[in-house]
Structures are given as C-alpha cells and as structure tokens.
C-alpha cells in the first residue's frame, strides 16, 4: 500500500511512479499474483492540472489491477493491526506501506517568523517576501506550484536575475513563469511526460506526452546536465 499522509506533498506525480514500479518489481519476483496493490492519494486525480496524463495513469492502474482511492488521505497507521485509518474513519489493512508525509517547512522557518499558515508567503512571480530585499523560493515558498525541484529551479532562475538586473541597476529582472516539465515513470521502461504551466492562463494547464522508450534518453538528459551545472558531475 501506497499512502499519501495529506498535501501538498513532493512531486505530485510520484506515489503513481512508485505504484507502477512495484508492479513491475513483483512481476519480476513471481509474486505479484499473490500481491494487492493500492495507492491512497488525497487528490481529486493522479495529476489535476493535466487530465490526460490523469486518464493515462488511471488506465495503466486499471491494466494493472491497482487500486486507486482518490480524494482521501492516510490518518493514522495501527502498526499493532498493520491498518491504515483513512480520514473517513475506513481501515485498509496491509502487510507493506509506503506512507507519504504531508509536506511541511522545517522548524526554522517557522521559528524565524517568516511563515504564515505553514509556508512562506511570496509574490508568487517575483518570489519577493514581505521584507525587503528577502526572497524565498523552493518548497517553503507559497508560489502555488508544485512542491518540486524542476519549480523550485525557475524560481531560483527569476531570482537569480531579478538580482543580477538590480546589482546592475538594469531593469527589474525576468518573472517566474511556473512552468515545469515533469517525467513519469510508467513501467516497462517507458517514461511519459507532462509540460504544466501555472501562471499563463486562469487556470492551470498541462501537456501530456505518452510515455515511450524515447523519453528515457530525454529524462536522463535532464537529469545529466542538472547534475553537471550543479554539481560539476
């Protein structure tokens, strides 16, 4: 059982990876016959902005007798029991469980009065807090995008030239334009993609990619050169 403690949590796609992957590995080992498979999520769908890569994910769960429970979220773990007490009082027993906390700020953001209601607020384009000159950006930053890396990188990329345009005395910078490209792992190797934007439209949007053997090449590219600018890896 994969179960997701309340959000936002990490990489919303993610606990469907994690699904899919276990399916393979038991596969592989003989005994996913002799398994079940649910994945608890406290989301209306795998991925809202996108419907279509929510339809791709539920149709791959259904080809794969996985069990999805959305719009409820874990409560509570009996590990006397081995059960998981749902927010609406249901019980799902298990042998295995893959619990996804609900993401918070560490203490020291709390503790440095930033925060207000748990997070960090911000002009969610410039990335600006309410005292000046303090910027906050990644998953502690109330930006209303997902709490992921690839966001937390185009952050980290307008405020970095928001800087750089101020140390120059040369305009106000470039803003965040919440857009993340996020890759799925869909079992068998395959990969599928979804391009979201948060901020161009009323409403959130997302492009869906199937999922392919090519966009393996893609994602390891991805992961690469973040590595090598990063890191020097």
């Not at 930033?114 to 906050?136: D, F, H, K, Q, S």
């Amino acid at each position: 059982m994969v179960g997701v403690c309340g959000a936002p949590y990490k990489c919303p796609p993610a606990p469907s990876e994690c699904v899919l992957m276990l399916h393979d590995y038991l596969t592989r080992q003989g005994v996913r016959g002799a398994c079940e498979i649910a994945l608890v999520l406290p989301l209306g769908s795998p991925v809202p902005p996108s419907p279509d890569t929510s339809r791709a994910l539920l149709a791959a769960f259904a080809e794969r007798d996985i069990k999805f429970i959305p719009g409820r979220r874990v409560a509570s773990v009996d590990n006397g029991r081995n059960v998981a007490v749902l927010d609406d009082g249901a019980e799902m027993p298990f042998d295995f469980f893959l619990g996804v906390p609900k993401h918070r700020v560490p203490p020291v953001v709390l503790e440095s009065g930033m925060a207000e209601n748990g997070w960090i607020p911000v002009n969610p384009r410039t990335l600006e807090t309410r005292y000046e000159n303090v910027y906050a950006i990644g998953d502690g930053a109330n930006t209303g995008t997902p709490k992921a890396g690839v966001f937390a990188e185009g952050a980290a990329r307008a405020v970095a030239s928001a800087l750089v345009a101020k140390l120059r005395r040369q305009g106000s910078g470039t803003l965040y334009d919440g857009f993340g490209t996020c890759y799925i792992e869909f079992g068998g190797g395959r990969i599928g993609k979804v391009e979201v934007d948060f901020f161009s439209g009323p409403a959130p949007t997302g492009n869906y990619y199937e999922p392919s053997l090519a966009l393996r090449a893609d994602k390891e590219t991805f992961g690469a050169s973040r590595r090598s600018r990063w890191f020097g890896m």
